[in-house]
């Protein structure tokens, strides 16, 4: 079965700040994708980032940076020096390409970013 | 703006009766996926459909039901309406080279569905 878990329900920080969003997923396929979005307080689901089991690099982009370490099936998200705009509620996802078809989503943490 | 667009935005209802959500994927793409966004069960896929064909289900009640027609819109049935039914149902939609599940879904912005 496929789970992923965000153990954070809510952060605060102040403006500026670093943070980290954690995930941590379960699967028994090999060849599996995983995906952060965000979803404002407007609503829409942005997609930030697309992974998949075997590419372990990190990746950046801009403030946003990604950990993947297949060790501790985890896929963690950091924002560095945070910005109001980041505010919202970030959800990260898990489909695995044999045993699941479809997307199974973490609970989401919410990020509020504080002037 | 992801491209996708679901009509209606807002729409409310009394139990028992049955809606019909609509969504149109972005240009080009060929797969469109179902969720429903809830308080209490969070985001969980329903259905999807490629180039007209229904590919993978999953959390879909019996009572709800989707197609995808030739020009690639999909509509969402929801009948027989609970009062737990409320939600946030959104569309997405991919490619649809491959099955799916490796490709990047693109959101619309929701159709807010309140069951009275």
């Known amino acids: 079965a496929q789970k992923v878990t965000q153990a954070q329900t809510e952060i605060s920080v102040v403006e500026k700040e670093d943070v980290t969003l954690d995930c941590v997923y379960e699967t028994r396929d090999t060849t599996y994708y995983l995906f952060w979005y965000k979803q404002p307080p407007s609503g829409e689901l942005v997609f930030l980032i697309r992974r998949n089991s075997f590419d372990e690099q990190n990746e950046i982009s801009g403030r946003y940076s990604w950990n993947f370490q297949k060790s501790t099936s985890s896929f963690n998200f950091t924002i560095t020096a945070s910005q109001v705009v980041d505010s919202a509620v970030y959800f990260c996802a898990l489909s695995e390409l044999v045993y699941g078809q479809n997307f199974v989503f973490g609970p989401g943490t919410r990020l509020s970013v504080l002037p | 703006d992801s491209g996708v667009t679901q009509t209606p935005k807002h729409l409310i209802t009394a139990t028992g009766q049955r809606v019909t959500l609509r969504c149109s994927p972005r240009s080009g793409d060929l797969s469109v996926y179902w969720y429903q966004q809830s308080l209490d069960q969070g985001l969980q896929f329903l259905i999807q459909?490629?180039?007209?064909?229904?590919?993978a289900k999953g959390n879909i009640l019996e009572r709800f039901s989707a197609q995808q027609f030739p020009d690639l819109h999909s509509e969402l049935n929801l009948s027989s309406l609970e009062l737990g039914d409320s939600a946030l149902y959104f569309c997405?939609?991919?490619?649809?080279?491959?099955?799916?599940?490796?490709?990047?879904?693109?959101f619309g912005p929701g159709t807010r569905l309140l069951v009275l």
């Open positions: 459909y490629y180039n007209g064909e229904e590919r």
């Open positions: 997405a939609s991919s490619v649809g080279r491959t099955s799916g599940v490796q490709e990047t879904q693109y």
